[in-house]
C-alpha cells in the first residue's frame, strides 16, 4: 500500500512529539517509583507471609533467610513511611540507601550477613523493579504512533477506494 510522501510527513512529526512528550513525563515518573522505600516480607514460621509486631525477636517469628524461599520485598508507601522513620529512629529497624536513590527497611534484630545477604538480593532485583514500571511507559511511548500510522493507512485506503 502506497502512503502520500505528506501522510508519512505529517505521521513522522506527530511520531516525534509524541515520544518526546511522553519521554519527558515518563522520566520523572519512572524515577520517583524507582527512588520508593521498601521492606523485607519474612515468611512466618507457620508459612504465611507476616509483618514483624517487634515485641519479639525476628529470628523467634520468622523462618531463617535460607529456609525462606525466595526473597520478597514490598513497597513501604508514603501513608506508612513515617511509622518505618520512627522504627529507625527507636533503633527496631535500619534503613539501607542505595545508588539509585531507594531504601530498604530491615529489622534490626537482623545478623549482619543477613542484612547484607538481604541488601544484595535487593540490589540485584532492580532490574526488574525497572522493567515493572518503565513497561507501561515504554507501550505507552510506541504503540499510539504504530496505532496511527495503521489508522491513517487503512482510512488512505478507504478513501482512495472512493476515489475510483
Not at 527496631?92 to 545478623?111: E, I, K, M, N, V
Amino acid at each position: 500500500m502506497n502512503l502520500s510522501p505528506e501522510l508519512i510527513r505529517l505521521w513522522l512529526l506527530a511520531t516525534a512529539i509524541w515520544i518526546v512528550c511522553a519521554c519527558a513525563m515518563a522520566v520523572e515518573n519512572v524515577r520517583s517509583a524507582i527512588q520508593e522505600n521498601y521492606h523485607y516480607v519474612a515468611a512466618l514460621r507457620d508459612g504465611r507471609p507476616g509483618q514483624q509486631d517487634g515485641s519479639r525477636p525476628f529470628y523467634e517469628l520468622n523462618k531463617p533467610l535460607n529456609k525462606a524461599g525466595p526473597l520478597v520485598f514490598a513497597s513501604v508507601g508514603n501513608r506508612t513511611l513515617a511509622d518505618f522513620d520512627e522504627h529507625v529512629k527507636a533503633g527496631r529497624q535500619t534503613r539501607a540507601s542505595f545508588p539509585d536513590g531507594s531504601g530498604l527497611y530491615l529489622d534490626a534484630s537482623l545478623t549482619r550477613p543477613d542484612r547484607d545477604l538481604l541488601a544484595y538480593v535487593f540490589w540485584e532485583q532492580r532490574w526488574s523493579r525497572w522493567w515493572s514500571v518503565s513497561w507501561k511507559w515504554i507501550a505507552g511511548g510506541f504503540l499510539p504512533p504504530v496505532l496511527l500510522l495503521a489508522l491513517a493507512s487503512s482510512l488512505a485506503w478507504a478513501l482512495k477506494g472512493f476515489q475510483r
